[in-house]
């Protein structure tokens, strides 16, 4: 399957929309933010704001891996059909030291190939999943090789995805009529490799069945190759075979090439054409690759990503687990310098006197406040922040929570630890808290206003 041309994004929104129908929803408040403020249709949000939650929970780096494990099944299951298709020519042909029934090789070569080509054929034309026992080992595989547990339900998203779009049919069956063609290949290698290194006898046998049937069985079958030029036996030579070993030189080199032919014609030739067929047919199929946005976990993004109306002073619910914020950088940094506080005591003077560059973004002290300021950023980033925070106070997740959220829509961060009232002192012990806390999030701070940063980006 040429997985690197499945679009990523499409492939990420329907993992993430299983994840959250099999385990809840995310906490998706600032992917959602940020895929408003970058505007389009409901498509074009939902794909942002996946692209986003992959990223930051790393699902991207997972698909990444799984279509490393992928590749790697894939090779497994290609050194395999070599290996097997090798296999079938020595059985066929033996060490040459007993001739070679004729009808015994051709089952040895064909039989199991003809088999399952009879059975993809059943399944396409009674609309299944041709060739999904090749790939559920191929997706079984490549899953367990990917060793990571994110990518569990990757697999599970991408053959969803390609039924969508009936696509899965003509995708597994390159995968199946491709392995096949490269064992076929490999035995017609070292069935010629074999013809030209040793001497065989030919000879076909039967105790059951009539004689003139078996010579009409291997005429016919030598009819079509004969239409492509290989050599058609004539009928002394195929009763004499029918007898005993035929020795001659010009007879072995007539059934070599009719057992080359046979081969050739009903064995590689179907499975080039149909590999060539759903090659085609996945290529042409990839333009109707796409979301189905009546999916219930999608209709539920409707109102967040493109909602009505703007509901603001509502609380969002708070997330089961808040994960590891980072400090970052905004995509598109505009001018400006703004200076905010977060959670201040009401009884400190608020703010203080300001360069004339800077600007005050005011006190961030509940929800309707916090979402306000990060909508504004969101659409206008700014190139410098500052926030103050007080030490006093325990850096709890919530705020560090904010603080890398604050930090990835600016150009530029720092956090400023504003020093105690004159009348009390600090903890250090909570002031290093805050620095280790800062430092985990790669955030810089200083007890000291740093306002000639503020003014200019520079110390």
Avoid at 147 to 165: E, H, I, K, N, V
């Amino acid at each position: 399957m040429p997985l690197e041309s499945i679009p990523e994004a499409l492939w990420l929104a329907e993992t993430l929309r299983l994840t959250e129908e099999q385990a809840g929803p995310l906490e998706d408040a600032e992917a959602c933010r940020q895929a408003r403020a970058g505007g389009g249709d409901l498509h074009r949000r939902i794909l942002a704001r996946a692209e986003r939650l992959a990223s930051r929970d790393g699902l991207d780096l997972a698909a990444a891996h799984w279509r490393q494990g992928a590749r790697l099944a894939l090779l497994l299951l290609a050194v395999l059909a070599l290996g097997s298709g090798a296999g079938l020519a020595l059985a066929a042909l033996g060490d040459g030291t007993r001739p070679v029934n004729l009808l015994w090789a051709l089952g040895s070569l064909l039989g199991l190939h003809l088999l399952s080509l009879a059975a993809w054929a059943l399944g396409a034309l009674l609309g299944g999943d041709a060739g999904s026992a090749l790939g559920r080992l191929w997706l079984d595989l490549g899953g367990r090789l990917a060793r990571d547990s994110r990518s569990a339900r990757l697999g599970p998203a991408l053959t969803l995805l390609l039924a969508r779009a009936g696509l899965q049919r003509w995708a597994l069956g390159l995968l199946s009529h491709g392995l096949w063609l490269l064992a076929l290949l490999a035995a017609l290698a070292v069935l010629l490799a074999l013809l030209a290194s040793r001497r065989y006898g030919f000879v076909w046998e039967t105790t059951l069945l009539p004689a003139d049937g078996f010579a009409a069985l291997i005429h016919a079958l030598g009819a079509l190759p004969a239409l492509l030029g290989f050599p058609q036996p004539d009928l002394e030579l195929l009763r004499a075979s029918g007898e005993a070993v035929v020795g001659g030189e010009a007879a072995r080199q007539t059934w070599a090439a009719w057992l080359l032919g046979v081969f050739a014609v009903y064995g590689l030739l179907p499975r080039a054409l149909l590999a060539l067929l759903c090659l085609w047919r996945w290529r042409r199929g990839l333009a109707r690759l796409d979301l189905d946005l009546a999916q219930p976990g999608y209709s539920r993004l409707r109102e967040r990503l493109l909602p009505s109306s703007e509901r603001l002073g509502v609380g969002d619910p708070a997330p089961a687990q808040l994960h590891q914020p980072r400090a970052g950088h905004a995509e598109r940094p505009a001018g400006g310098a703004l200076l905010v506080a977060v959670e201040l005591d009401p009884r400190r003077p608020w703010p203080p006197a300001l360069p004339p560059v800077v600007e005050d973004a005011g006190l961030l002290d509940d929800g309707a406040s916090r979402r306000a300021l990060l909508e504004r950023l969101a659409m206008r980033p700014a190139a410098r922040l500052l926030v103050a925070c007080d030490p006093r106070r325990s850096p709890d997740r919530g705020t560090l929570g904010l603080l890398g959220e604050l930090a990835r829509s600016v150009g530029d961060t720092r956090v400023w630890l504003l020093p105690a009232p004159p009348d009390e002192t600090l903890d250090p012990a909570r002031l290093g808290d805050w620095q280790a806390a800062l430092a985990d999030l790669q955030l810089p701070c200083a007890t000291e206003p740093p306002w000639r940063w503020l003014e200019s980006g520079h110390d």
